[in-house]
């Protein structure tokens, strides 16, 4: 079993809808979470990181963490073009193991 | 300005050869991390270390070899017995500061090996 899975989609959602990207991880012991975008050709760029369970919201993104579940997800609200990216789940494994792995990502297209 | 540089941005190499890709971080971040992209692939980890002098193997370490002597630097070395060095390479850094934030990983811009 992959540590941290992600829906590799392709995921094609309206310009103005909700777009929702799910990711797994494997391990209970998780603490730290984290939501990157990439777009074609450039590095990974921060979104949102969780840490406690429940909501944390970020002008139009919200990420939602539910570690009884071993889930987390983000939810990008009035979706923009500009939105259109591969979206990167990232876990890491608690203070004094600082691996930080990461999913295959999700490929977000937003269409006008 | 704050950040993480990686050199070189494409970089070619000849079968047999090996290469170094370098890592800079003025952040004064503990962590350090090299992952390796591939086509509409993942970020797949190789290396990581968390201290200077200290590092551990991530989930695809074979032919790659790195050193963490100076707290800023965290040079990666693509060997011989790499048989698939092809890929997009990112370097990464976070700090190791327990709490609820401030362990995020910045990335550099990456440096594209390309096997010739």
């Known amino acids: 079993q992959k540590e941290v899975e992600q829906n590799s989609g392709p995921l094609s959602v309206p310009e103005g809808a909700i777009a929702s990207l799910n990711c797994t991880y494997s391990d209970r012991g998780s603490q730290s979470f984290f939501w990157y975008r990439q777009y074609s050709g450039k590095s990974p760029e921060l979104i949102m990181f969780?840490?406690s369970n429940g909501d944390k919201e970020d002008g139009r993104f919200t990420a939602q963490l539910n570690k009884a579940s071993q889930y987390v997800s983000l939810l990008i609200r009035d979706s923009q073009p500009s939105d259109s990216a591969t979206y990167l789940c990232?876990?890491?494994w608690g203070f004094g193991n600082e691996k930080l792995t990461f999913g295959t990502g999700t490929r977000l297209t937003i269409i006008p | 300005d704050g950040g993480i540089t990686q050199s070189p941005k494409y970089l070619f190499r000849k079968e047999g050869q090996n290469v170094t890709l370098s890592c800079e971080q003025n952040l004064n971040h503990d962590a350090m991390y090299w992952y390796r992209q591939d086509p509409g692939q993942g970020l797949r980890l190789i290396y990581y270390?968390?201290?200077?002098?200290?590092?551990q193997k991530g989930d695809i370490a074979e032919g790659y070899s790195v050193s963490r002597e100076k707290k800023e630097s965290f040079p990666l070395t693509v060997t011989s017995a790499q048989k698939n060095p092809t890929a997009f390479y990112l370097c990464?850094?976070?700090?190791?500061?327990?709490?609820?934030?401030?362990?995020?990983?910045?990335f550099g811009q990456g440096t594209r090996l390309t096997v010739v």
């Open positions: 990464a850094s976070s700090s190791n500061a327990p709490g609820q934030g401030g362990t995020e990983a910045f």
């Open positions: 990232a876990v890491k």
């Open positions: 969780i840490y």
């Open positions: 270390s968390q201290i200077v002098n200290d590092f």
